[in-house]
């Protein structure tokens, strides 16, 4: 994801980055955390972890999920765990949610 480029500065190319909000699907939904597990229903290996920011986005420039794609899970600062019934084999996370899925949110 490359929307982050700007012409005269440093390059932000991202490999994985989306946007959380609460139940209402408009606020942001700050400092959870995500989880990247290569198995169904957040079980076998812990691929990656991603911060979700003061803002709920979460971005990273760093290749973390795998070829074979990673089942994303989300904890929100409520404590609510969330876990993507499919595997995501990208990291543009709001090419799906916010368009034709939901938009991903926890409390
Ligand atoms: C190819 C489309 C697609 C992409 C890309 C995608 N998702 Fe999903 N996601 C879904 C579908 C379909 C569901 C199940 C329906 C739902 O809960 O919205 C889902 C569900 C979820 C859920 C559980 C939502 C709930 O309310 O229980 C989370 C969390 C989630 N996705 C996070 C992510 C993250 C993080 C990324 C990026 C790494 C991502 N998704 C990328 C299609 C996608």
Redesign the pocket.
């Known amino acids: 994801m490359s929307c982050h480029i700007a012409a005269d500065t440093a390059t932000y190319n991202f490999a994985?980055a989306?946007s959380v909000f609460k139940s209402d699907k408009t606020t942001p939904s700050p400092n959870g955390i995500?989880y990247f597990w290569s198995e169904f229903g957040g079980t076998g290996l812990l691929v990656a972890t991603l911060e979700i920011d003061a803002v709920g986005n979460f971005f990273t420039t760093s290749s973390i999920?795998p070829a074979f794609g990673a089942y994303?899970?989300?904890r929100g600062t409520s404590g609510a765990i969330?876990?993507?019934?499919?595997l995501?084999y990208?990291?543009?996370?709001n090419?799906?949610?916010g368009v034709n899925?939901?938009p991903?949110?926890i409390n």
């Open positions: 994985v989306g995500l999920l994303p899970q989300m969330k876990t993507m019934p499919i995501a990208t990291g543009n996370c090419s799906c949610h899925e939901a991903i949110w």
